[in-house]
């Protein structure tokens, strides 16, 4: 039996996709090892959207590469993202790469490796033009087993300038609402509670299909159809989000008052540049209108600083929105050239110190909100889903509550009581840190 090991990088998207090729290779029979030096093959799934992901992915592969030095017998695996952005100049750098696959090749994983092993794969890269998830596939989920994230489409059509996901990823592709529903049942027989549904634009989902397939209809059969407990709604365009999703959040309690929309910035000028068809006076209402519809609400965004033509007063204008409305949680990034982006281009680029400065000026101020915004909860008693032992110290448990998205925010100590990881349990909130909160299982 020939084994893997697979390094997956990245997004919750990406790592679907490495969930669906442990999925194929181990129904073709191939053993998963967690030990590289024991492992026929080397697999390393890429992330490529951003530098720094594109770094990461490079020492990766070079990590790997190390292995194959000490045993040429190993073969190495280079899929994903970086691939589909940066095929020609990778397999030319990386002469160690056996296989480069694109994003597209997912499901020939298991066909591609055996004909590696077997000498018969006479091509060094495989990048065909279009792949789309189905419940058919075998997925092997990497995350515990109480909680998932579930693709709806692939793609994206939203052509902001300075992403490069639509020449990576292509135009937008929607699965059907059956074979949704069907993975759905799937993972809720294997005890998942908690799903994430996750998309690079949830709203423009079923764009692409006919005028019965949108979000709403599709929520409206997982709630009828499906028993999860938690539903939870990941990357939603500011523009897309509609009065129908928000009757239907507050009548089904099930999917969850948390709403992560990415903003990207305030300024009218800096938005346009960016090609988000919305402003500033559009956020401001979408914030209202949501607090005032689904008052218990979480609400996550990111914020992106240091793009080409920000001024000094761009980002008192971001302090200020943040200071007014205060967002739940706000992630930060600073600005940085994507080859192919027709951002690369415009003028006025920020220097890097000043992007650095503005980053930490913003996550500083959001810090001190986050810190206020969880005073709120100590007293109160809320559902936590518990995900284990702390990774700070054995002797407490860690949980989520239902405004806390798992890996991106924060998370619920747990000092008092006894639970089983995938328990959904009632705790008392006695203390609120910066991004945590701690209490004792009522």
Not at 138 to 150: C, G, K
Not at 228 to 241: K, N
Request: aromatic share 8%; glycine share 6%.
């Amino acid at each position: 039996m020939s084994s893997f090991y697979l390094v997956s990088l990245g997004c919750a998207k990406n790592l679907v996709d490495s969930e669906i090729m442990l999925g194929l290779l181990q129904e073709s029979g191939w053993e998963l090892t967690e030990d590289p030096t024991a492992a026929d093959v080397l697999i390393v799934n890429t992330c490529g959207f951003i530098q720094p992901a594109v770094e990461e992915a490079i020492e990766v592969i070079l990590e790997m590469v190390h292995y194959k030095e000490d045993d040429p017998e190993k073969h190495l695996v280079v899929t994903g993202c970086l691939v589909q952005r940066y095929l020609a100049e990778l397999s030319r750098d990386l002469q160690e790469v056996d296989l480069f696959v694109g994003t597209e090749g997912v499901g020939d994983i298991a066909n591609l490796l055996q004909n590696l092993v077997d000498g018969k794969q006479t091509e060094r890269y495989y990048c065909p033009d279009s792949f789309l998830m189905n419940a058919s596939l075998p997925r092997t989920l990497s995350t515990p087993f109480f909680r998932s994230s579930v693709k709806i489409t692939e793609g994206c059509n939203n052509r902001c300038t300075y992403c490069m996901i639509p020449s990576i990823r292509g135009n937008l592709r929607s699965r059907d609402i059956a074979d949704i529903i069907l993975e759905l049942q799937h993972l809720e027989a294997g005890g998942v509670k908690e799903i994430s549904l996750i998309a690079q634009d949830l709203t423009a989902y079923g764009n692409d299909l006919d005028d019965q397939s949108n979000l709403i209809t599709l929520l409206s059969h997982i709630v009828k159809e499906t028993g999860f407990p938690w539903l939870r709604l990941m990357y939603l365009y500011p523009s897309g989000v509609t009065d129908e999703l928000f009757g239907l959040m507050e009548s089904e309690a099930r999917i969850l008052p948390y709403m992560d929309i990415p903003f990207q910035h305030v300024s009218d000028s800096i938005l346009k540049k960016m090609h988000r068809r919305y402003g500033y006076n559009d956020l401001c209402n979408l914030i209202d209108k949501i607090r005032d519809l689904v008052p218990d609400i979480a609400l996550r965004t990111t914020m992106m600083v240091g793009f080409p033509g920000e001024t000094e007063d761009d980002v008192r204008q971001l302090e200020s929105f943040l200071k007014q409305y205060r967002i739940d949680h706000v992630g930060v990034f600073s600005y940085t050239n994507e080859e192919g982006a027709r951002s690369e281009f415009f003028e006025a680029q920020c220097p890097e110190e000043d992007k650095q400065e503005r980053m930490q000026r913003i996550l500083t101020l959001q810090a001190r909100i986050s810190k206020e915004i969880l005073q709120k909860y100590i007293g109160q008693t809320v559902p936590v889903l518990v995900e284990g032992i702390s990774s700070e110290t054995d002797l407490l448990l860690e949980g989520r509550t239902v405004y806390q998205a798992p890996d991106i925010d924060g998370c619920v100590y747990i000092n008092d009581g006894n639970a089983n990881p995938g328990d959904i349990v009632q705790v008392r909130i006695t203390e609120a840190q910066i991004y945590d909160l701690v209490g004792g299982i009522v």
